[in-house]
T-cell receptor
Framework: QKEVEQNSGPLSVPEGAIASLNCTYSDRVSQSFFWYRQYSGKSPELIMSIYSNGDKEDGRFTAQLNKASQYVSLLIRDSQPSDSATYLCAVYNQGGKLIFGQGTELSVKP | NAGVTQTPKFQVLKTGQSMTLQCAQDMNHNSMYWYRQDPGMGLRLIYYSASEGTTDKGEVPNGYNVSRLNKREFSLRLESAAPSQTSVYFC????????????FGSGTQLSVL
């Protein structure tokens, strides 16, 4: 089992809809969780970080964390074609290393 | 601000050749990372350096060596390249602590024939 797992995708949503991206992790002591966005041919860029159970909102993005279920998600409201990218979930393990999931490709159709 | 600089951007090797990927950061960060990215596999950690003079294996270290000679630079060496090492390689850095985001270089596209 990979330390960090994501829905394989691709995920296709219409413009204006809510996109929901999910991630599970195996290391129960993990405390820091991140969502990176990566456009084709580019480097990953951080869009959200979350450290406590519950929701964290930033503009159209909401990260949700449930440590008991070892589950973290990203919601994108009012999805735009410019949101089309691969979204990578990342978790620091107890060894202090940042481990990424395999990524979910999101396509927002006009 | 240069941030994280990787060289080269592109490289083609023959099986068995060796090469070193260079990475330097100018943000005075303590931690540096090397990842590889293959289609559908996300980013996989090759090696990690928590601070100058220390290195640690990641998820896929076989076939690679690293060197952290100073705080700025973290190099990745392929001693005998194999076609399975064809990938996009990213270097990244972060400040101390596990709440810190990573800053990525622009990547190296490596093809091993």
């Amino acid at each position: 089992q990979k330390e960090v797992e994501q829905n394989s995708g691709p995920l296709s949503v219409p413009e204006g809809a809510i996109a929901s991206l999910n991630c599970t992790y195996s290391d129960r002591v993990s405390q820091s969780f991140f969502w990176y966005r990566q456009y084709s041919g580019k480097s990953p860029e951080l869009i959200m970080s979350i450290y406590s159970n519950g929701d964290k909102e930033d503009g159209r993005f909401t990260a949700q964390l449930n440590k008991a279920s070892q589950y973290v998600s990203l919601l994108i409201r009012d999805s735009q074609p410019s949101d089309s990218a691969t979204y990578l979930c990342a978790v620091y393990n107890q060894g202090g290393k940042l481990i990424f999931g395999q990524g979910t490709e999101l396509s927002v159709k006009p | 601000n240069a941030g994280v600089t990787q060289t080269p951007k592109f490289q083609v090797l023959k099986t068995g050749q060796s090469m070193t990927l260079q990475c330097a950061q100018d943000m005075n960060h303590n931690s540096m990372y090397w990842y590889r990215q293959d289609p559908g596999m996300g980013l996989r950690l090759i090696y990690y350096s928590a601070s100058e003079g220390t290195t640690d294996k990641g998820e896929v270290p076989n076939g690679y060596n690293v060197s952290r000679l100073n705080k700025r630079e973290f190099s990745l060496r392929l001693e005998s390249a194999a076609p399975s090492q064809t990938s996009v390689y990213f270097c990244a850095s972060s400040d101390r602590g596990t709440n810190e985001k990573l800053f990525f270089g622009s990547g190296t596209q490596l093809s091993v024939l």
